[in-house]
């Protein structure tokens, strides 16, 4: 456990300062959470010692509200991208050839992403944990449960979390090439929903992190959104088609080009059927 970061974060809690306290404010990209709890809710539970599993859809922000609590620690993330071809190897680390000064040839090890974060306490962030094989993943329940531990395969050492260590995981539900989690890996979470930003939070976002400064046109931006995601809720268009991120982008190229031909180029073309690519056109159409 955090305790002091546990009691600044209680703190803020008190003085009613959360989640903008946890905004990250580099670049003027900084996390606005969809509801004033998540962003508190999962630092707590990361200065509890809680591993985090960051669920919803592609484009929703999982990534930023990670890259925003690492901030808010202060810790340096280390990432592991899933996909089924993971191994041991890209989580832990590898052995290579090197060269010592007077030129004999060495057998090296090169620590991965999970062993770095242990031995430095600082932040492991598993993207997409649910595209990797079921197989894979186990060889760190020992990481992810009160052991924080691990025996390293390559080198046979125990490798030892130091204090602050971390975890953070992402998920995107039923997309394809995704499988479903392991039960004993998912119960070494706790777990929290990312859903789309929506209405006000929605227009903070694009004003602020967006090319555009139309008002009309941001609100009309906005009300894109909610149109495409009851469609979405529907079963008419696919989850991606509400991207937050591909929003930001037509919001960015409507501040040069015609609303229309923005939501085209960065939300329609990228579907793969064509019925689902007029929808999305026609939904602009009427608002733009």
């Known amino acids: 456990m955090d305790q002091q970061n546990l009691e600044r974060l209680l703190q803020l809690a008190r003085e009613g300062r959360f989640p903008e306290s946890l905004q990250a404010k580099s670049g003027g990209n900084g996390y606005i959470p969809p509801d004033e ?13 809680k591993n985090v599993l960051l669920q919803g859809p592609t484009g929703s922000g999982k990534t930023k509200l990670a890259e925003t609590l690492g901030q ?15 191994d041991a190897e890209a989580l832990l680390g590898f ?6 000064a007077q030129g004999a ?14 031995t430095a306490g600082e932040l492991l ?9 079921p197989e894979t993943l186990p060889i760190i329940n020992g990481v992810l449960d009160y052991r924080r531990r691990l025996t390293n395969p390559f080198t046979g050492d125990v ?5 602050g260590f971390g975890v953070i995981a992402a998920v995107n539900i039923g997309y394809v090439g995704t499988v479903p989690l392991n039960e004993a890996l998912k119960n070494r979470f706790v777990v929290m929903e990312v859903p789309y930003l929506q209405g006000a939070a929605l227009q903070k976002l694009i004003r602020e992190q967006s090319k555009l400064q139309d008002e009309s046109l941001i609100s009309r931006f906005v009300q894109l959104s909610a149109d495409l995601l009851e469609q979405i809720r529907m079963g008419q268009l696919p ?9 930001v ?25 064509e019925r689902e690519r007029a929808a999305v056109v026609n939904i602009a159409e009427t608002l733009f």
């Open 37 to 49: 709890a998540l962003a508190f809710d999962a630092a707590l539970a990361m200065a509890m010692g």
């Open 72 to 86: 808010w620690f202060g810790k340096r993330m280390h990432a592991v991208n899933c996909s089924v071809d993971l």
């Open 95 to 100: 052995k290579t050839l090197g060269q010592t």
């Open 105 to 118: 040839t060495t057998v090296e090890y090169v620590p991965g992403p999970v062993v770095k974060a242990m």
């Open 125 to 133: 962030y598993i993207d997409e944990v649910n595209m990797a094989k």
């Open 159 to 163: 490798v030892e979390a130091k204090p």
């Open 239 to 247: 989850d991606e088609a509400g991207s937050i991120r591909a929003l």
């Open 249 to 273: 982008d037509a919001c960015d190229l409507a501040a040069y080009l015609p609303p229309n031909r923005a939501v085209r180029r960065a939300i329609a073309d990228k579907l793969e059927d």
